[in-house]
């Protein structure tokens, strides 16, 4: 409507303009006419611009107060998403540090359970054999000499030793488990002599197995292996990618029957972790790692070296206190010295296996997860605790097997994850060219397999002076 009044006004000021032009100037109609219309043309432009001028400045400053109020919601959800993420790590931590003194102290109690358990299991057998070998001599002296008071006198001697052994060895195991000193009685005394021969002052030997037990010929091969000293070290390099530089070696463990065969480690890794000499296997890998490491060194060369190691070494109270001892003599190679665990075995590690390896973290070393099949497990955790590397199966990175697909994360991007935690990933088992390519667009810059070479046995002039496995404490001081 304003629009309609300003266009009539503009056109009764050209015709007043024309009019004035014919009747008071007396100039011909034509060009009054000609003047009117362009004088009515020209006020109508300018309208037109003054228009277009004020709409901009509208759209203009309607323009800045929504960018005003775009960056004011901005700000509140930058606000929102701070506080969800407080929220999302505090409440689990919160949550860990409330609950998890009261799964140590569970698990501890466990771990003192099972050792009184063994302990009662060992004593009753040995109880068992005495009380058989006094019925034996019992009865040979009651065919000696067949009288009725000493045949009715020796079965309730027979029976009331064994008891009064049983109830004392019982009280003795839980003072120990409880690590509380007991006073020795009378009875006690006889029964603890024998266990006092069975420890080694220094580091707990591997029982002997037990002949009935369906594998216990390969346990007594590993035994006469380790005793014999037929351990052998090979080393499998890793090396960096494109340059194919050897960055790392991987120490790996052969055990040699008398009669010249190897025993490879999926072979007995889990007899040996079953009869108790996977710390005497880790004694000798560890202490020939670091003459390796030294031989490094007066070559002027930094590669690591990862050895691995057994839960039990880590929780072998006879055999860690001098591991431990002995890496803290050599913490200068902290840096070079890389211990490896299974995904299997960290996720079922207790607060003592912590604890070992929050030690030796102390001490500088870092730590290593292999063998990963879920990629669902708290890496920031692991992190945390000191793991610095992670290896994967090629094959479960390259061929996306539904085991790792179903995960929360594309195995591509696997690596980057780990990178947020500090970890370097290093992929294993890589045996083609075509793996590398791929490997290689994934951003991956460490590599293991046969492509670029087996694992190879260490001359024997690098490893002069092997170990004992009881002398771990001794090279240590």
Do not use: W
């Amino acid at each position: 409507m304003a629009n309609i009044s300003i266009l009539f006004s503009i056109s009764a000021i050209a015709a007043s303009c024309g009019t004035v032009m014919v009747y008071l100037f007396a100039r011909p109609v034509g060009e009054a006419i000609t003047v009117a219309f362009t004088a009515m043309c020209t006020m109508i432009f300018i309208h037109f611009m003054l228009t277009r001028s004020q709409e901009k400045s509208a759209v203009s400053e309607a323009v800045n107060r929504l960018e005003e109020r775009i960056a004011v919601i901005d700000d509140d959800v930058g606000n929102l998403e701070g506080r969800l993420t407080g929220v999302e790590h505090n409440i689990p931590r919160r949550t860990r540090e409330e609950i998890d003194p009261l799964f140590a102290e569970v698990e501890v109690i466990g771990s003192l359970v099972k050792q009184m358990a063994e302990a009662m299991a060992d004593m009753e057998t040995r109880i068992e054999d005495q009380g058989i070998a006094i019925e034996d001599q019992r009865t040979k002296q009651a065919q000696l000499q067949p009288q009725p008071a000493q045949r009715l006198a020796a079965p309730q001697a027979a029976v009331r030793e064994p008891s009064v052994d049983l109830a004392s060895q019982a009280a003795a195991a839980f003072a120990s488990a409880a690590g509380q000193p007991m006073a020795a009685s009378q009875p006690m005394a006889a029964v603890q002599e024998p266990f006092a021969e069975t420890r080694a002052p220094e580091m707990k030997r591997p029982a002997a197995p037990r002949m009935h037990h369906p594998n216990a010929a390969l346990a007594e091969e590993i035994r006469a292996s380790i005793e014999a000293g037929r351990v052998d070290l090979y080393l499998q390099p890793i090396v960096t990618l494109p340059q194919r530089r050897v960055r790392y070696y991987e120490a790996l463990t052969r055990l040699r029957k008398a009669n010249g065969d190897t025993l490879e480690p999926i072979e007995f890794l889990q007899e040996a972790d079953r009869t108790g000499q996977m710390p005497a296997i880790d004694n000798i890998l560890l202490f020939r790692s670091l003459q390796i490491l030294k031989r490094l060194a007066t070559r002027n060369r930094e590669a690591g070296l990862f050895c691995n190691l057994s839960p039990s070494t880590l929780m072998d109270e006879n055999f860690f206190p001098g591991f431990l001892e002995f890496v803290r003599a050599n913490d200068t190679y902290s840096d070079l010295l890389i211990f490896e665990f299974s995904q299997a075995d960290v996720a079922v590690m207790s607060a003592i296996e912590y604890e070992s390896l929050a030690a030796l973290a102390e001490l500088g070393f870092r730590f290593s997860v292999d063998r990963i099949t879920d990629l669902r497990m708290d890496f920031r955790a692991l992190a945390d605790r000191g793991f610095r590397f992670a290896k994967l199966h090629a094959s479960r990175l390259l061929l996306h097997e539904d085991d790792l697909a179903k995960s929360n994360i594309h195995p591509a991007d696997f690596g980057s994850l780990l990178q947020r935690y500090g970890i370097e990933l290093i992929v294993d088992h890589v045996e083609s060219e075509g793996a590398v390519l791929e490997l290689l667009e994934m951003d991956i810059r460490c590599a293991q397999g046969f492509l670029f070479s087996p694992p190879r046995p260490v001359r024997a002039d690098v490893l002069q002076g092997a170990p004992n496995p009881r002398s771990l404490k001794k090279e240590a001081s």
